[in-house]
Structure formats: structure tokens, C-alpha cells
């Protein structure tokens, strides 16, 4: 297709995303304090063995509303993910050939599966555990005028660290998905990443110490499945490597033309 077209047809799958959004956003709003009642569910029940009459706060008269805001956008991107993949894939498909969207279709598959292990990777194991960390400094005083420290969380601080650990796990996820697409273009090979494990590793732990909360037990929650999904990925690598050797192979050599010497 000509330019024109392509900006058309981009058009038209923006605009579609855009309306779903949306659709989905109003749909959200609707539910946002269930959404949001979902989301505190690791901190009520963590409160719940630390006495009674426990709450959430919000210190300036707009933060409550923004907050559910936010909870709409972030619930309305989840679910609306499938339909932007959707809508990507419709619109780099009809350049591909059929080896290629054979190549290119499980990680369209992938992506989503990968993110939502992530998501509940944060919300049963690794907001429980950091969670109790952050509680362990609690101090209810003594008899001695020592003022009890008590956490007195957020609505807006607490939504916030949510929606970065689920966007952060989630993403981290993603690493099979990325180091399998650049051995399939031959950026990388599985021979790369098996040389380069100790390095891997050192910074995986790097990151896992940057994007969880200071708890050992949080950090280890990202950093040993992201490890495990590393050695995955060098599997899928030699996967790929050997579907592109077989795919060479099978390619019939270009005919040699023949000369005829005994033409005049």
C-alpha cells in the first residue's frame, strides 16, 4: 500500500484502541471502589491482625477522586490490552509473510499470559511480604510517654506502589518474549546468553533490588523467577535457532544457469 494508506489504516486501529479504551474506562469507573476494595484486599487483611478500627486516608480534597480516576485508567489498560494486541497485530499482519506470522503468533500469546503471571506474582506473594515488612516497624508505645507509631496509609501513596510493582513485574515477565524475538532476527544466539549467565544474574539481581521494596524476601520474589525465565528463554532461543536452520535448509537452492559453449 502507498503511504496514504498505511496512515489510514494506523487510523483506524488508534481509533479503535482509543474507543475501547474508552468504553472500558466508563465501564471501570463504575466499579472503581470494588476495583479498588480488590486492590486493598492484601492490606485489610494484613491490618486485620494489627488491631481494629484501621483505615485509609487521603489528606487533600481531590486525592479520593483522582485515585479512583487512576483505578479506572489502570483496570480499563488491563483489560483493554488484548484489543490494542489485537489491533497491532491486524495492522502488521498483512506485511508478513506465512512464516513470519507463524514466527510472530505465539508471542502475540505470550505477552499477555507472561504479564498477568507477573501481576499475580505481586498481588498474592510479593505485596503479603512487603507489606508485613513495612508493618514490622510499627510501635504502639510504652507506659513511658512514648508516642505509638501506626501506619496510616494513602489512598493515593498505596494505589501508587501497587500499580508500580504489578507494571514492574509485569514487564519483567517479558524477557522470554524479548530475548527469543532478537535470537529469531539473529541479534543474539543461545550460545550468548549461556556465556553471559554471570552477568545475567548480577543483573537481575540489580534490578530486582531496584524495583521491589527493600525486603530480602521481595527482592528474591522478582529476581528467581526472572532467573528461571532466563534459562527459558535459552531454550526458546535454540528453539527458534533450529526452526530458522530447518527453514534455510528447506529453502530449494536458485537454479545455476547453464552455458553453452558450442553456441556460435
Not at 472500558?24 to 491490618?47: G, N, T, V
Not at 512487603?130 to 516497624?137: D, E, V, W, Y
Not at 528474591?220 to 535454540?238: D, G, H, N, T
Request: proline share 6%; net charge negative.
Amino acid at each position: 500500500m502507498p503511504l496514504l494508506e498505511h496512515l489510514i489504516e494506523l487510523r483506524k486501529r488508534l481509533m479503535i484502541s482509543a474507543v475501547a479504551f474508552i468504553a472500558a474506562f466508563i465501564l471501570c469507573y463504575f466499579y472503581a471502589h470494588e476495583i479498588y476494595a480488590f486492590l486493598e484486599r492484601p492490606l485489610a487483611d494484613i491490618l486485620a491482625t494489627h488491631g481494629t478500627n484501621r483505615r485509609m486516608i487521603y489528606t487533600a480534597p481531590t486525592e479520593a477522586f483522582f485515585t479512583f480516576l487512576q483505578v479506572a485508567a489502570f483496570a480499563a489498560a488491563f483489560i483493554c490490552f488484548p484489543v490494542w494486541a489485537g489491533q497491532l497485530w491486524a495492522f502488521i499482519a498483512p506485511g508478513l509473510y506465512r512464516q513470519e506470522k507463524r514466527a510472530f503468533a505465539p508471542f502475540m500469546v505470550a505477552t499477555p499470559v507472561l504479564f498477568l503471571a507477573g501481576a499475580a506474582t505481586v498481588y498474592f506473594l510479593v505485596l503479603p511480604m512487603a507489606l508485613r515488612f513495612f508493618l514490622s516497624f510499627e510501635s504502639f508505645g510504652t507506659g513511658g510517654g512514648e508516642l505509638p507509631i501506626q501506619l496510616e496509609a494513602k489512598v493515593g501513596e498505596y494505589l501508587s506502589l501497587v500499580m508500580k510493582l504489578i507494571f514492574a513485574f509485569g514487564v519483567a515477565y517479558q524477557l522470554p518474549v524479548l530475548l527469543t524475538l532478537l535470537a529469531r532476527v539473529g541479534i543474539i544466539s543461545s550460545a550468548d546468553l549461556k556465556a553471559k549467565r554471570r552477568y545475567a544474574i548480577v543483573g537481575v539481581f540489580i534490578v530486582a533490588a531496584v524495583l521491589t521494596p527493600p525486603d530480602i524476601a521481595s527482592q528474591l520474589s522478582l529476581a528467581v523467577p526472572m532467573l528461571i525465565l532466563y534459562e527459558v528463554s535459552i531454550l526458546s532461543c535454540r528453539w527458534v535457532e533450529r526452526g530458522r536452520r530447518e527453514e534455510e535448509e528447506a529453502k530449494p537452492e536458485d537454479p545455476v544457469e547453464e552455458t553453452d559453449f558450442n553456441a556460435e
